[in-house]
């Protein structure tokens, strides 16, 4: 009898942030895989578990084992930070799946909050109008296509945000996308940084652009780039949705 597979979202790392149904999903699991850190993070939860830890990059050994585990009539639990479905695990046991043309397995996926959402919490409400998410790595999609992509968002006039921009030896597509950004967008554009967003080690900064090719970020940082209508009041980044345009937000509302 074939066994299940359930892809969890743990949140951005603070254990408040982990959802009821992730906890409850790690909770009736045979096993629970996956990246190491992500283990680490949820370390209270199901003790007795038995855990399967692997490093980075190796998500496809991680994927093929979950299904491994399954057809072997387990319950696994497959671990992803923030949410499954968003540069997750998620993705990427479906392509085993079908890969491997396997049909009857059965397969849940368990949202959590992302990255992204948490820090536009730290840093105000950046992202109260369109939006686009990229990923500087470029160890899958190659760097002409991101850079491309960021081209595109830039003239768009989108808020943008930057998941993975900077590595300890990968520094170009970072500054590269930097100077795109620079080439269609004022120099006084507001930026926010949060890095390892609800972790004890958070920290976060808001910039400019004209300062955002020297600012400190890692793999662990997000950038939130603001568009035309992003402003800074009482230091939090806001973009404005368009109500200041159609709407008095000075007029008192009286008894409410």
Not at 10 to 36: C, K, N, Q, S, W
């Amino acid at each position: 009898m074939s066994g299940s597979i359930a892809v969890v979202g743990i949140g951005p790392g603070a254990a408040e942030h982990i959802t009821p149904a992730a906890v409850a999903a790690i909770e009736r699991a045979d096993v629970i895989l996956g990246y190491r850190t992500y283990l680490e993070l949820i370390a209270s939860l199901a003790p007795a578990t038995p855990r399967e830890g692997t490093g980075m990059r190796q998500e496809v050994e991680r994927a093929q084992r979950a299904v491994d585990l399954a057809l072997a009539g387990r319950h696994v639990a497959v671990i992803s930070g923030g949410d499954a479905g968003i540069y997750g695990m998620a993705g990427l046991v479906y392509e085993v799946l079908a890969g491997r043309r396997i049909h009857h397995l059965a397969v849940e996926i368990i949202p959590g909050m992302s990255a992204l959402n948490a820090a536009a919490a730290l840093l105000g409400a950046p992202l109260m109008s369109d939006f686009a998410v990229i990923s500087l790595s470029d160890h899958l999609i190659p760097a002409e296509v991101i850079l491309r992509r960021i081209a595109a968002a830039a003239q768009a006039d989108f808020v943008i945000c930057f998941f993975n921009p900077q590595g300890r030896s990968r520094v170009a597509p970072w500054q590269a996308a930097c100077a795109l950004l620079t080439a269609h967008r004022p120099p006084e554009t507001p930026v926010g940084i949060v890095r390892a967003a609800t972790r004890p080690e958070q920290s976060v900064q808001i910039t400019t652009l004209a300062e955002l090719s020297r600012a400190d970020v890692d793999m662990l940082s997000l950038v939130i780039v603001g568009n035309s209508h992003t402003i800074l009041s009482d230091g939090k980044m806001i973009t404005r949705r368009g109500y200041e345009s159609k709407y008095d937000l000075t007029h008192r509302a009286g008894r409410v």
